[in-house]
């Protein structure tokens, strides 16, 4: 089982800067993870942010966030931070990290395909 853990969720002002993260543990969690971030605005459905695949070892990011946000993952400390810059509005919403092993790339960005979901950190982005 694993367990995942988002901080860093806040208030912020249009044009600004926000790094959120992840803390996995569990004693099945290792490198062979793939994560995500995944974000949820209100009545909309939750939505493929950035993810990184173990197995090629880089990262994606949603074309329309390219740019703006970036991922970084520490295998040693079991982190993943998901830095995001020049942020909108529109980026409101609930950001969740998600895990899970044996995914190819085609499915790093479907939320259907992880069964490991941290409890969400909310990110405001005031206008």
């Known amino acids: 089982q694993v367990q995942l853990v988002e901080s860093g969720g806040r208030l912020v002002q249009t044009g600004g800067s926000l790094t959120l993260f992840c803390v996995a543990s569990g004693r099945t969690f290792s490198s062979d993870y793939s994560m995500a971030w995944f974000r949820q605005a209100p009545n909309k459905a939750r939505e493929y942010v950035a993810a990184t695949h173990s197995g090629y070892g880089r990262s994606f990011v949603k074309t329309s966030v390219q740019g703006r946000f970036t991922v970084y993952r520490d295998n040693a400390k079991n982190t993943f931070e998901l830095r995001m810059n020049r942020l909108k509005p529109e980026d409101t919403a609930v950001y969740y990290c998600?895990?899970?092993?044996?995914?190819?790339?085609?499915?790093?960005?479907?939320?259907?395909?992880?069964?490991?979901w941290g409890q969400g950190t909310q990110v405001t982005v005031s206008s």
């Open positions: 998600a895990a899970d092993r044996g995914l190819i790339v085609a499915q790093i960005s479907d939320p259907a395909s992880y069964t490991n």
